[in-house]
């Protein structure tokens, strides 16, 4: 099956800068998502981004699918960004809706 | 609108016990699906409901069995729950198809002694 794989693995920013999590899979995709579980264990979805550039804020994700990647990309960082984020992926020939999740990276944000 | 609601939020068991989580969705979403989170990981898919009336296995399915009661509901069962499926579960829920967002309550932590 789809190997998804996130980097880092952690991740220590001061309050105001920029970041970029990246998101590699190793099969062609149809569904990519990225999702925030904040420190209290809730998950919220952030991009559903199978391909192309997306922005929500100060928050923007970009998926490659030619190349197998996407990146998330943080700016002027927050101490309510920190968290673990997770990419998730479904193949092209599924279409199912079954996310495999990469492990996540942990982001805290210091003020 | 409350989303995806999910009893109950915390839960221990005894080895051989047996217990039901529920789910209800709240947006008319066609599809559900039943995830595992363990310390430290990403989730893994146990169950998902692609429409009212069809059920399938993910990665994780041993020892797990699901009913989608209606359109609102996929409820997950542990017929005798085992230290191993201590974890947090979590249910998600999206419109038809595998090419929509997921949306997720807020997890069930369950401790099995």
């Known amino acids: 099956g789809i190997q998804v794989e996130q980097s880092p693995p952690d991740l220590i920013l001061q309050e105001g800068a920029n970041s970029t999590l990246r998101c590699n899979f190793s099969d062609s995709v149809n569904n990519l998502q990225w999702f925030h579980q904040n420190p209290w264990g809730q998950l919220i979805n952030l991009f559903y981004i199978p391909s192309g550039t997306k922005q929500n804020g100060r928050l923007s994700a970009t998926t490659v699918a030619t190349e197998r990647y996407s990146l998330l990309y943080i700016s002027s960082s927050q101490t309510t960004d920190s968290g673990v984020y997770f990419c998730?992926?479904?193949?092209?020939?599924?279409?199912?809706?079954?996310?495999?999740f990469g492990q996540g990276t942990t982001l805290q944000v210091k003020p | 609108n409350a989303g995806v609601t999910q009893t109950p939020k915390f839960q221990v068991l005894k080895t051989g016990q047996s217990m039901t989580l529920q789910c209800a969705q709240d947006m008319n979403h066609n599809s559900m699906y039943w995830y595992r989170q363990d310390p430290g990981m990403g989730l893994r898919l146990i169950y998902y409901?692609?429409?009212?009336?069809?059920?399938d296995k993910g990665e994780v399915p041993n020892g797990y069995n699901v009913s989608r009661l209606n359109k609102r509901e996929f409820s997950l069962r542990l017929e005798s729950a085992a230290p191993s499926q201590t974890s947090v579960y979590f249910c998600?829920?999206?419109?038809?198809?595998?090419?929509?967002?997921?949306?997720f309550g807020d997890g069930t932590r369950l401790s099995i002694l």
């Open positions: 998730a992926a479904d193949t092209r020939s599924s279409n199912t809706g079954k996310l495999i």
């Open positions: 409901s692609a429409s009212e009336g069809t059920t």
């Open positions: 998600a829920s999206s419109e038809m198809g595998g090419n929509q967002p997921q949306h």
